[in-house]
């Protein structure tokens, strides 16, 4: 059984950084392609940033520029870097593990506000 826990969430102030950990709990991490999405609330849940087991990345749009995702194979750990957070980033950041199927984390709030 795959499984996913995020940590690295908290409150921050506008301009912050923050960041998200998840740790993976299986041995095919290295070869899966890991991600970060977020929802917001009354929002559906979106892409914010991908890595492939090559190293790989994809963001969203609205994070390009201020989020990096990395991962650490020999930790099953993958990150993701925040910084110049916004209002709008706020939303609970999930972690999903993708191979044949997907695998999700129970996810972590990231509250942005002053």
């Known amino acids: 059984q795959v499984q996913l826990v995020e940590s690295g969430g908290g409150l921050v102030q506008p301009g912050g950084s923050l960041r998200l950990s998840c740790a993976a709990s299986t041995s095919i ?3 899966s392609t890991m991600g970060w999405y977020r929802q917001a609330p009354g929002k559906e849940r979106d892409l914010v940033a991908t890595i492939t087991s090559r190293g ?3 963001y969203a749009d609205s994070v390009k520029g201020r989020f990096t995702i990395s991962r650490d ?3 099953k750990t993958v990150y993701l870097q925040m910084n110049s957070l916004k209002p709008e980033d706020t939303a609970v950041y999930y972690c999903k593990l993708s191979l044949n199927t997907n695998y999700w984390g129970q996810g972590t709030q990231v509250t942005v506000s002053s």
């Open 56 to 58: 790989n990345t994809n």
């Open 73 to 75: 194979n020999a930790k």
């Open 29 to 31: 991490f290295s070869i």
